[in-house]
């Protein structure tokens, strides 16, 4: 049975023993009742369903249907948990979430309410401190004071290059304009990627918080979250959510009495990668078709229907009520120096534990992957990872002790990207790895300008020719020289990178293009 039905189960099972199984816990609690709640992703996805017991902590993993009876009866008479559905590692048996590898590692800071609260329950949101960040932006401080405070804080944007939130917050600011928008991209096309979607589902008052705040702090009065189709449950959880907002007077007209007005609308976007891209995205709201524009004029001049715009991904915005009621001074201590905060990854590939994870920034890959990833799977040894999706490198075991951040990883050349963590073992032929990307990027490529729309046709020929056994004597070089012509001239970001995990594979792993090309492997 999948999390829903367990969900069932669980709570037939209590109601038959006389308790009061609350599940939407509206009534005051008393020794009788049992609270059930569905919350969002745990991150720990490799061990699903899972089935988390309070106040203890203990952590179901893989919980079945035949399961339940023995988890409520030893849960409501016995107060034990069951070792045979602990998380095992390595032979240990873990008990508790806290003391799982998985987990210990890592700062769960934007994550942190994503599997603990009940995410369609704005008094959940309320009840760990949500929207005191929107009321003290809204009574206690200045649009340039809240700028202030994200720029001090350098919170840097989650969705790709790292640009500073404040600066572009402090560039719509200056706009002299009738109408100003807050834009939130959900739109995650990254293979393998779902940090934005679990925060959708999981915590959807923390981004929609964050938005109001960089409503006031630029003088806007209207948001769109734009989300990919694919995220069905993301957006019947954010439309509740904002309906919720709205009746605490949290949204929409004169926000909690002040005379600021802000409303949220979600617009679906139907899978197109380009339209991650900023112009793209503003133009597929405006219902015309996803394709980049050239720049000048930039999104916060001239964005949504021309209008000076904040865009920002989910997670940059989920990040900003935590500045706000902390303070700048706490965001810098977690993280580095210039890229301070966490950074939620999505970890996949050939590692014992897949799973959403958010950790400090300047953690290192090798944490990542031997310590929260649990090492390898099945003893294989570590050859590649590949970060940032397709606008991401791959990169080799002597990068392994790198601090994951943005300049560190540019330097190194990857880059975080959305965060898409895929971990390779011995086994993974590095050209099929880039041919793979490839494939995905030129499928994506909107056809605007030809250095992207010809030139990655031509690199994915040579790169399928290389993997058939036909590769020729200079493809290499070719190889090269496209990635730097396409690179150089393409029109937005997604031509710009698609050469990247090409270069960074030819970089890295040499030896086995000229082994498919010379030995014919
Ligand atoms: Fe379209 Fe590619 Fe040009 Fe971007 S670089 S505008 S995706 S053709």
């Not at 008393?30 to 203890?56: A, Q, W, Y």
């Not at 923390?206 to 948001?223: D, K, N, P, T, V």
């Not at 690179?487 to 990247?500: E, I, P, Q, R, V």
Request: some cysteine; charged content about 25%.
């Amino acid at each position: 049975g999948g999390s829903m039905e367990i969900f069932e189960r669980l709570s037939e099972l209590v109601s038959k023993r006389g308790m009061d199984c609350q599940v939407e816990l509206k009534e005051e609690p008393h020794d009788n009742t049992i609270g059930m709640k569905k919350s969002g992703c745990h991150g720990f996805c490799e061990m699903g369903p899972l089935v988390r017991i309070e106040p203890e902590g203990y952590l179901y993993t893989k919980v079945k249907l035949e399961d339940c009876e023995e988890i409520v009866d030893r849960t409501i008479v016995a107060g034990e948990h069951i070792e045979r559905l602990a998380y095992k590692q390595n032979g240990v048996v873990y008990k508790k979430q806290d003391e799982i590898p998985f987990y210990k590692k890592q700062t769960r800071l934007v994550l942190e309410h994503c599997g603990q609260i009940d995410s369609t329950s704005i008094t959940e949101y309320l009840a760990t401190g949500g929207y005191y960040a929107l009321e003290k932006a809204l009574f206690d401080m200045t649009g340039d004071e809240i700028i202030n405070e994200i720029t001090e804080a350098n919170l840097r944007g989650r969705g790709g290059g790292g640009f500073p939130a404040g600066r572009k917050w402090a560039q719509v600011k200056r706009q002299n304009a009738k109408q100003k928008y807050v834009v939130c991209n959900g739109d995650e096309g990254d293979p393998g990627a779902f940090m934005d979607r679990s925060i959708m589902e999981g915590d959807p008052h923390r981004m929609i918080e964050g938005m109001i705040i960089a409503g006031i702090a630029c003088g806007a009065s209207e948001g769109y979250i734009y989300v990919r189709a694919e995220y069905p449950l993301a957006v019947s959880r954010l439309k509740r959510a904002i309906e919720q907002a709205k009746e605490f007077g949290l949204l929409g007209e004169n926000i909690l009495g002040s005379n600021f007005s802000f409303n949220i609308h979600i617009n679906r976007g139907a899978g197109a990668f380009v339209c991650g891209e900023g112009s793209a995205l503003t133009a597929s709201i405006e219902g015309k078709r996803g394709m980049p524009r050239v720049k000048p004029p930039r999104t916060v001049e001239q964005g949504l229907f021309d209008m000076p715009t904040v865009l920002n991904n989910v997670e940059t915005f989920a990040n900003v009520p935590l500045i706000i009621k902390n303070g700048a001074d706490w965001y810098k201590s977690i993280g580095t120096e210039k890229s301070p905060g966490t950074k939620a990854f999505a970890l996949t590939g050939n590692i014992e534990n897949t799973g959403l994870i958010e950790i400090p920034m300047g953690t290192t890959l090798r944490e990542v992957i031997f310590d929260i990833g649990g090492g390898m799977r099945n003893g294989a040894d570590f050859k590649a990872v590949q970060i940032g999706g397709p606008s991401g490198g791959c990169l080799s075991e002597k990068d392994l002790d790198l601090p994951l951040d943005f300049d560190s990883l540019k330097k190194a050349g990857a880059m975080i990207g959305s965060g898409g963590l895929v971990v390779m073992d011995s086994n993974t032929c590095m050209v099929e790895v880039a041919r793979f990307f490839m494939n995905f990027t030129q499928n994506e490529s909107c056809g605007k300008c030809v250095p992207c729309r010809e030139g990655t046709k031509r690199m994915l020929e040579i790169l399928e020719r290389i993997v058939e056994g036909n590769g020729q004597d200079g493809d290499i070089e070719l190889l090269l020289e496209l990635a730097d012509t396409i690179s150089a001239t393409a029109l937005c970001g997604l031509g710009k990178a698609a050469a990247f995990p090409v270069v960074s594979t030819i970089k890295n792993f040499r030896e086995e293009y000229e082994a498919h090309i010379y030995d014919k492997r």
